[in-house]
């Protein structure tokens, strides 16, 4: 009899989706312990936001991270970071190969899938190299932040600061320390002018977002382009594009706004940072605030958008927009093959990018609604929550200093985004990329207008 074996073995997106969740729980009681606040005891609310805003490398705060949390408060977000950064699956896997000395076919292509990888073949390497890289980029980030924290931090507090900072950019988080210090004017605002600070953060966060994948293609093929995968050259070129654009637009729409009585050098710096962080990172320099309207709207834009697939970024991801826009040229000249370059891409992952774009939309849209309804203000309101959405929903983390005057009901709404932008999307991306195994039977076509 098989009464009692009706038991279904969980998918790993099932595994992936439990695991951060538990990471997230876990991460909130110790949050809300009395000695992880500096004075009182922070609601569970609050801590629950937290953790989830650190475990899905998002970055929002109900309030500033160095003023309120304790360095033991300080230390835990800093885990769940590093932890939501890298990835639960992958410390998972790292866990398996010391104590069994190797993967089975099962945990292999979670690990994959996790990160973005495409063969089941070297999985040990892979796991190998983003330890070792995730490493040497927090390290190097760090060293280099030093040099600047300890003259204006003191020796203790500019080295944990600066391996703070580091860990946070490359893992795209956006939590900072500067709140409350000497130099707390909010964020990195106090280095909007200085280029060791701006570039250390914005290469951090720039290889952070690339994925592991991408920078592993590219040392494998000895930084020769010629070698490098198709998805690689394709993701370098547009990755580039967006953040060269997204800076170029930025210097033209806040030259004589956001960014006047700045010098030529800092106006430049003030660029690269904000199209950089608008990424998926959160740190700014240039409170989004001061923005005008184009570049709100550009800042939106970007964080739509996101890094890469398998990285430490959130948003729709670069391929899944690129996907779409060449879909949209496709469809324009009547074309049946979506071509880049000498290569051509299935039609079927159009389907999937639209899929995944409209989810995405669908969700900035209803949480809009949502804490519209119940939140107060106006207009000023209204652009505030825009951007609050897409910012936790893409796990950026830039905010119109909105959401320590959130209601606990807006609050849950964009705890349950955070968690979807870091891991119900991507679960439904790659639940969408197995093939149907319904019936070849096909119903009937009919007329259908749209446009």
């Given amino acids: 009899m098989k009464l009692f074996k009706t038991k279904k073995r969980m998918n790993v997106w099932s595994y992936l989706a439990l695991g951060f969740l538990t990471v997230i729980l876990l991460g909130s009681v110790l949050l809300v312990l009395p000695f992880s606040a500096r004075e009182g005891q922070t609601s569970y ?7 989830v805003s650190a475990a899905c490398v998002t970055g929002l705060v109900p309030f500033e991270t160095n ?7 300080q230390a835990v977000i800093l885990i769940l970071i590093q932890l939501g950064g890298l990835g639960f699956m992958t410390f998972v896997s790292v866990l398996l190969l010391m104590v069994r000395h190797g993967l089975g076919q099962y945990e292999r292509r979670a690990v994959l899938q996790s990160v973005g990888g495409g063969s089941l073949s070297g999985v040990k390497k892979l796991v190998r190299r983003i330890i ?5 980029f927090e390290l190097l980030g760090a060293a280099l932040l030093s040099i600047r924290f300890i003259p204006d931090l003191g020796v203790g507090r500019g080295i944990w600061y600066a391996f703070f900072h580091s860990v946070s950019a490359f893992c795209n988080a956006g939590f900072d320390l500067m709140g409350g210090t000497a130099v707390g004017t909010g964020s990195l605002s106090h280095y909007v002018g200085d280029p060791l600070v701006v570039l250390t953060v914005c290469g951090l ?5 690339l994925g592991f ?7 494998d093929c000895h930084l020769n382009p010629k070698k490098f995968s198709f998805y690689t050259r394709v993701i370098l070129v547009v990755n580039t594009t967006l953040l060269v654009g997204g800076a170029a637009l930025f210097l033209l729409f806040e030259w004589n706004h956001a960014y006047a009585g700045m010098g030529v050098g800092e106006k430049v710096l003030a660029a690269i940072f904000n199209s950089t962080t608008a990424r998926t990172a959160g740190f700014w320099t240039t409170d989004p605030c001061t923005l005008s309207d184009s570049g709100y709207l550009l800042t939106v834009i970007l964080m739509f958008i996101g890094g890469c697939s398998g990285s430490t970024a959130g948003g729709i991801k670069v391929g899944t927009f690129t996907v779409i826009v060449m879909g949209m040229f496709t469809a324009f000249r009547r074309s049946h093959d979506i071509n880049i370059g000498k290569r051509r891409i299935e039609v079927g992952l159009l389907f999937q990018a639209l899929a995944i774009f409209a989810a995405y939309l ?5 949480a809009t609604l949502i804490i519209s309804a119940v939140q107060p203000g106006g207009q000023d309101s209204f652009r505030a929550t825009l951007f609050e959405t897409v910012s936790a929903l893409g796990t950026v983390g830039l905010s119109m200093s909105f959401t320590g005057t959130l209601y606990w009901g807006s609050k849950l709404i964009l705890i349950l ?12 991306a ?3 990329a197995h093939k149907h195994t319904g019936g070849t039977v096909r119903r009937p076509a009919d007329t259908f207008y749209i446009g």
Avoid: K, Q
């Fill in 67 to 73: 003023v309120h949390w304790s360095e033991f408060g």
């Fill in 132 to 136: 070792i890289g995730t490493a040497v």
């Fill in 362 to 366: 669908f969700l900035v849209l209803i």
């Fill in 45 to 51: 609310i609050d801590a629950l936001f937290t953790a």
């Fill in 205 to 209: 966060i720039v290889f952070g977002g």
């Fill in 213 to 219: 994948c991408i920078w592993g293609d590219v040392i």
């Fill in 430 to 432: 790659f639940a969408l």
């Fill in 417 to 428: 985004l955070m968690y979807a932008g870091r891991v119900g999307i991507l679960t439904l």
